[in-house]
């Protein structure tokens, strides 16, 4: 089983809609998830941490945690044309090591 | 704060040529990572130190590939000899402790 896992894209969604992005990982020990961004070209950035199990919310954006089922997601409120870009689920093993997910290609659609 | 800086920003070589990637982090950050990403496999991470010492260097892909940090504002990775399948976007990557990591603007790597 490869560490992280996400739902295979490209993802097209219209915009105003609800954009959902799934990943599921091996570490059962993780503590720490991560959402971020990568823009084509681009470096990818951060855009939502996670620590403990539940739904955390920042602005248009809502990660939700599952340790019990090694699941984590971001849904995308109101989708906008410049959400566009691929997402990278990680998290975070020992030390500071992090490992990144393979990554979903979203796309908005006006 | 410039944020962490890559150069060159883009390589273009020729097989059996080395390369030198650098990298210099975000200031006060002690911890740098060199991440390669490619469209097959993703964002890999090759190495990582924590106040300038490498941590785990298990993703570095073998003896070609090697990665030094001799003071904490500075970083070289360093490909030698070059091949094609070493083309690449590579990324240097700085946090403190385990906080968010702040990517640098990558280096495009192409070994004709």
């Known amino acids: 089983q490869k560490e992280v896992e996400q739902n295979s894209g490209p993802l097209s969604v219209p915009e105003g809609a609800i954009a959902s992005l799934n990943c599921t990982y091996s570490?059962?020990?993780?503590?720490?998830f991560f959402w971020y961004r990568q823009y084509s070209g681009k470096s990818p950035e951060l855009i939502m941490s996670i620590y403990s199990n539940g739904d955390k919310e920042d602005g248009r954006f809502t990660a939700q945690l599952n340790k019990a089922s090694q699941y984590v997601s971001l849904l995308i409120r109101d989708s906008q044309p410049s959400d566009s870009a691929t997402y990278l689920c990680a998290f975070q093993t020992s030390y500071d090591k992090v490992i990144f997910g393979p990554g979903t290609s979203l796309s908005v659609i006006p | 704060d410039a944020g962490v800086i890559q150069s060159p920003r883009h390589e273009v070589t020729e097989m059996g040529q080395e390369v030198t990637l650098r990298c210099k982090p975000i200031?006060?950050?002690?911890?740098l990572f060199w991440y390669r990403q490619t469209m097959m496999r993703g964002l890999e991470l090759l190495i990582y130190f924590n106040n300038n010492v490498p941590i785990d260097d298990s993703g570095m892909p073998e003896d070609r590939f090697s990665a030094k940090m001799p003071n904490a504002s500075f970083s070289t990775l360093k490909i030698q000899p070059s091949e094609p399948r070493d083309s690449a976007v590579y990324f240097c990557a700085s946090s403190w402790g385990n906080n968010e990591q702040f990517f640098g603007p990558g280096t495009r790597l192409t070994v004709l």
């Open positions: 200031s006060g950050h002690n911890s």
């Open positions: 570490d059962r020990v993780s503590q720490s």
